[in-house]
């Protein structure tokens, strides 16, 4: 059974920086695409960021595109999202996934993933 654990997430005051990562356990990373989502209470939950098993394909949300940058380390069994710049707006709990399917078809939407952890609360203060 694979887990997924975020860590990392935290409040700080806006333009300030914070790296949520992603522990995969019972699997290994190297097997997966994976992906980050965050959501805001009473609202669906959002497509962040997405990275691809091989050839380091990224896929980012125009909000946060060339602010958050994801990132994965197969040896560490770990992925990680660098946000960068924080504004109001990132406030959420933020999600890690993971899916087996090779295929692009859904890797920014949360059907697509099989795996997901908890959650992590950001809390950006203006």
């Known amino acids: 059974q694979v887990h997924l654990a975020e860590s990392g997430g935290g409040t700080v005051p806006a333009g300030d920086s914070l790296r949520l990562a992603c522990v995969v356990s019972?699997?290994?990373?190297?097997?997966?695409?994976v992906g980050w989502f965050r959501q805001v209470p009473g609202k669906e939950r959002k497509f962040v960021a997405a990275?691809?098993?091989?050839?380091?394909?990224?896929f980012y949300d125009g909000a946060v595109k060339g602010r958050f940058t994801g990132s994965r380390d197969n040896t560490k069994n770990t992925f990680y999202l660098q946000m960068d710049n924080l504004k109001t707006d990132d406030t959420a709990r933020y999600y890690c996934?993971?899916?087996?399917?090779?295929?692009?078809?859904?890797?920014?939407?949360?059907?697509?993933?099989?795996?997901w952890g908890p959650g992590t609360q950001v809390t950006v203060s203006s």
């Open positions: 990275l691809s098993r091989n050839y380091g394909i990224t």
């Open positions: 996934a993971a899916r087996t399917a090779m295929s692009i078809d859904g890797y920014d939407q949360e059907w697509g993933y099989e795996f």
């Open positions: 019972g699997g290994a990373l190297s097997s997966y695409n």
